[in-house]
């Protein structure tokens, strides 16, 4: 029975999410029980993905994505995969008709950092940027509104913004492990070597931005993801605060976080705004 094997696949995505990150598991919880399997299997995948390009040093890594896109592909046209978390992430993909087209422009994000080191200009900052984030923003906005192409149609551009801001907080927070173990720099505006304090603003204030636009998509999602969501906008809003607050030469040295005990007064505070209908 496949279902046995189903529920199997189900369960290492939301391993891989748990063992992954604390704060994109708690959000995930926020969500309905009826849409959270779900999100496990989109985070399952990506992370996957992501760690063939920046974990297995110790490996052919064009080897492990050429077969992993492959397999993907057979997984994608069979409805089936061996590969227990490329079943589930199908079996999502299926359920809520997320476009291929989306896949596509995830994997070739994914396959740019097995070769480039540098994004020079802004139009490849940006290409990067909706491969690697934006793109998996909407998937989970298939599964928010439901196959309700109308409501995906009408909160695309805040989803799309909504990634780039965490992906941006991301590179911000990374900078040290990107330039020092994977050799690349992501922002086409940054000299790591000569990192000033309006250079480091220049790059808040466009995170900011998406951040706004996000937040206008949150409160407009449906009751099911709206929590979820906003947890993890809170939590990337609090270590976009944080970044703003350290100076240039400790964001190169070190990993900027925000520690458990900020996380769970962050998520006592979600919820009563929630509850209070004031996000």
């Known amino acids: 029975m496949k279902s046995i094997f189903d529920n199997v696949s189900f369960a290492c995505a939301r391993i891989i999410t748990r063992a992954y990150s604390t704060s994109f598991s708690t959000a995930v919880k926020m969500l309905a029980p009826s849409i959270r399997q779900d999100i496990y299997n989109i985070y399952g995948f990506v992370r996957l993905a992501d760690e ?26 069979d409805g089936i995969s061996l590969n227990p978390v490329l079943n589930g992430f199908q079996h999502t993909v299926k359920k809520y008709e997320i476009p291929h087209h989306l896949i ?8 740019q950092d097995l070769v480039k080191k540098d994004y020079t200009s802004f139009a490849e900052y940006n290409e990067y940027i909706y491969g690697s984030a934006d793109v998996v923003g909407l998937m989970c906005l298939k599964v928010f509104v439901n196959k309700n192409d109308a409501r995906y149609e009408e909160l695309k551009p805040s989803a799309m913004r909504l990634g780039s801001a965490f992906q941006k907080v991301n590179f911000l927070r990374d900078l040290k492990a990107d330039t020092e173990e994977l050799d690349r720099s992501y922002f086409p505006s940054l000299n790591l070597n000569d990192m000033t304090d309006a250079t480091k603003q220049a790059i808040i204030n466009e995170i900011e931005a998406d951040l706004a636009a996000g937040y206008a998509g949150i409160v407009q999602l449906p009751k099911e993801a709206r929590f979820g969501v906003y947890t993890a906008y809170v939590y990337y809003r609090k270590l976009l605060t944080k970044l703003k607050n350290t100076p240039p030469l400790e964001i190169k040295n070190r990993r900027i976080r925000v520690p458990d005990y900020q996380k769970i007064t962050l998520l006592a505070r979600c919820y009563v705004n929630y509850r209070l209908n004031i996000l």
Do not use: G
């Open 104 to 111: 596509d422009a995830f994997m070739k994000s994914m396959k």
């Open 52 to 77: 063939i390009v920046d974990s297995f040093h110790d490996y052919n890594k064009e080897i492990l994505f050429a077969r992993f896109e492959q397999d993907l592909e057979n997984a994608l046209t």
